[in-house]
């Protein structure tokens, strides 16, 4: 079998790729080969889709925009097409938010949560807002003995919140 | 442990025991969380120390988790490039944490069922693979393992947009539920394009053997959701499931009409490649996977007798370049490999 780019060579390679959907199978020598895992390294990646997406919701001035926690800019961002931490999702909120509606047709989350707990990072005004979040999430879900509990639970709160300041 | 003692090279994990239902179209059905840690930075971010916590963290978890499958666990960076490899194409760790070794881990069962890969794109990537088309019980063990090690950690987690990655293509679920299938008939009948266009409407892909960024052997794709937010974990999984469901008929409809309108041309095919894999002196895994491709399908339909899932599942794995190295003993160059790889298929392949 002969070569498919230089058509000079026998053919030792043989690759099939999915692009678009669609299957194409090429044959091709070693040295061509060569050529094209050089090609496939400088092409188009997940973090040139991201940057993409985000150039098209022009924001000059946002680039400046940096997560205080890990120090990510969000240029770097951009290029890397990966957050540096948690906290960058806060940090670019509302890119993000446009960013995952491009990406999932959607930016509303409707998957299970995690496990409830107190840690002892957590200070109580940032639980409370997270709690009070939980609850409209089990309201909307109609699960009434889930939203009781976090009711009582903010009401523990609310009181450690109330009994803190007054002893300020 | 070394991973020539965990590991029995000639055995496939049980994800290949070719049992389950649909075992004759679907392989395997797998699923992966992404999770990650709060207090620590992303991959793109994180230094080598506190990949070391993170790892220590997670072994404590799953210590306090108690599982009734103990999960052993590998440093990437105490491994050879063999081991590693060999990790890889037992679908045990992906490409990425093969590559760049350092301060990456990965938690494995004993069947190889589960696995936790520690420090690749996210802190976490928790993954269940199973024989067979059986999504919900996959989901059933990932989420178990998840909850167990969710009341140990504390994950970052957004009420808003669910479960933060390192990606924003993960964001949200943090699901890829995945369903290896072999579709030779949809590809010998050129209708597959077709499909895989309707499955990319849909908001799932297609990709190769490997996943990301793999390439398509032996007729074999691995369909996968591509969407993780704005669809609940279960409506991905019931998605997924009715896309199985219709690739099956379909697949089984190409089937059903190359032995009505080609039956002799699909009977030479399947039997020229066993004798192919029955006589060849020198042979690559691409040609290999061909072939046993098409033997598989001469098993499907009954053409071919004798051969059992256990075992054509078995080379698929045991042709590939790591393991030969590793049944070898040694570092092997790839003339030598094509020339092994050929004995050992003309030696497996006896029918009795």
């Known amino acids: 079998m002969q070569c498919d780019v230089c058509k000079d060579n026998v053919a030792t390679v043989h690759l099939t790729e999915i692009v678009n959907g669609k299957i194409t199978e090429i044959h091709i020598c070693q040295a061509c080969a060569n050529k094209k895992a050089q090609e496939i390294k400088s092409q188009f990646s ?29 240029e770097e961002f951009k290029k890397i097409g990966k957050f540096g931490c948690g906290d960058c999702y806060a940090a670019f909120n509302e890119e993000v938010k446009y960013l995952l509606r491009k990406i999932h047709g959607s930016s509303q989350y409707k998957g299970k949560f995690p496990k409830m707990k107190m840690s002892a990072d957590f200070s109580l005004p940032s639980r409370l807002k997270e709690l009070r979040k939980y609850l409209d999430r089990a309201i909307s879900l109609e699960e009434y003995e889930e939203a009781a509990r976090i009711r009582d639970e903010i009401r523990v709160i609310e009181l450690e919140i109330n009994k803190q300041s007054e002893s300020k | 442990m070394k991973i020539d003692e965990f590991f029995s090279v000639l055995r496939s994990g049980e994800w290949l025991r070719g049992t389950g239902s649909y075992s004759d179209i679907v392989i395997s059905s797998r699923m992966r969380l992404a999770r990650n840690i709060k207090g620590f930075p992303f991959s793109a971010k994180i230094s080598q120390p506190q990949k070391k916590e993170i790892i220590s963290k997670v072994d404590s978890s799953l210590n306090q988790a108690k599982f009734s499958k103990p999960l052993f666990l590998f440093l990437m960076d105490d ?10 194409e037992r679908h045990l760790v992906s490409l990425e944490h093969t590559q760049d070794p350092q301060g990456k881990a990965i938690f494995i069962s004993k069947d190889e069922t589960i696995s936790i890969l520690v420090n690749e794109e996210d802190h976490l990537r928790i993954q ?24 140990a950690l504390d994950y970052c987690f957004s009420p808003d947009i669910g479960y933060l990655t390192s990606c924003p293509t993960n964001v949200g679920t943090g699901l890829r539920a995945s369903v290896m299938v072999h579709l030779p008939g949809l590809i010998m009948t050129k209708r597959i394009n077709r499909i895989l266009e309707l499955i990319a409407k849909l908001s799932f892909t297609a990709r190769g053997l490997f996943g990301e960024g793999t390439q398509a052997l032996g007729n074999f794709f691995q369909i996968s959701n591509q969407v ?15 896309i199985i469901k219709q690739l099956r008929s379909q697949e089984e409809e190409a089937r059903a009409d190359l032995l009505l309108k080609h039956k002799l041309n699909l009977e030479n095919k399947i039997w ?3 004798g192919i894999l029955q006589n060849a002196r020198i042979i690559d895994s691409a040609e290999t996977l061909q072939h046993l491709s098409l033997l598989r399908l001469g098993v499907d339909l009954g053409i071919i007798k004798g051969i059992s899932y256990d075992m054509l599942n078995a080379l698929f794995i045991i042709t590939q370049p790591a393991h030969l190295q590793k049944l070898h003993g040694k570092v092997l160059s790839v003339q030598m490999r094509d020339a092994l790889r050929a004995s050992i298929l003309r030696e497996k392949l006896v029918i009795t």
């Open chain 2, 228 to 242: 993780t937010l704005g669809s609940s974990e279960l409506e991905i999984i019931e998605n997924l499931t009715s």
């Open chain 2, 272 to 274: 020229r490649s066993f």
């Open chain 2, 128 to 151: 269940v693979i199973k024989s067979g088309f059986d999504l919900p019980l996959v989901w059933d063990v990932v989420n178990n393992i998840d909850e167990k090690m969710s009341s």
């Open chain 2, 79 to 88: 491994l050879n490039d063999l081991d590693r490899q060999f990790l890889m």
């Open chain 1, 46 to 74: 997940i973090s040139d889709l991201i940057s993409g997406l985000t150039n098209l919701n022009s924001m000059s001035k946002k680039d400046i925009l940096v997560c205080k926690i890990c120090g990510l800019s969000y």
